[in-house]
């Protein structure tokens, strides 16, 4: 595995766990424990809701899609909810292709996320 950390940052507010990806990208090598980081705050946050910042990410791959679906999934089966904050084109483009803009409330800005909590 690559020594480089997984740039993300993990806070709360209002009540939601936010997980901000500070990188532009993920290599492959880091994919797998972002993944499973993912999954875990899905998991210790029944109920809850999550927010993904990716605002920073400018490509994403087809095993974060599948992180990401496996994340919504386990919040909406304990009764949470997942937003994500996207706002490059080329990632909302993927997003839109993989349909997540269906099932996700995807927002341009973490402000426009959080606007509804309280």
């Known amino acids: 595995m690559n020594s480089r950390e997984v740039l993300v940052s993990v806070t709360s507010k ?4 936010i997980i901000q990806v500070l990188a532009d990208s993920l290599s492959f090598d880091e994919l797998e424990s972002f993944g499973e980081m993912l999954q875990e705050v899905a998991e210790q946050n029944p ?3 999550l927010i993904l910042d990716l605002s920073k990410v400018v490509t994403i791959s087809s095993i ?5 679906f496996r994340a919504r999934k386990a919040l909406i089966d304990s009764g949470g909810e997942l937003r994500i904050v996207a706002s490059n084109p080329n990632l909302l483009s993927v997003l839109n292709v993989c349909r997540l803009d ?8 973490l ?8």
Request: no cysteine; net charge positive; charged share 30%.
């Open 14 to 17: 209002k009540g939601a766990v």
């Open 47 to 49: 109920a809850g809701i």
């Open 64 to 68: 974060v899609i599948g992180r990401i």
């Open 102 to 109: 269906k099932i996700v409330d995807i927002r341009a800005t």
């Open 111 to 118: 402000d426009e996320a959080l606007a509804e909590l309280k």
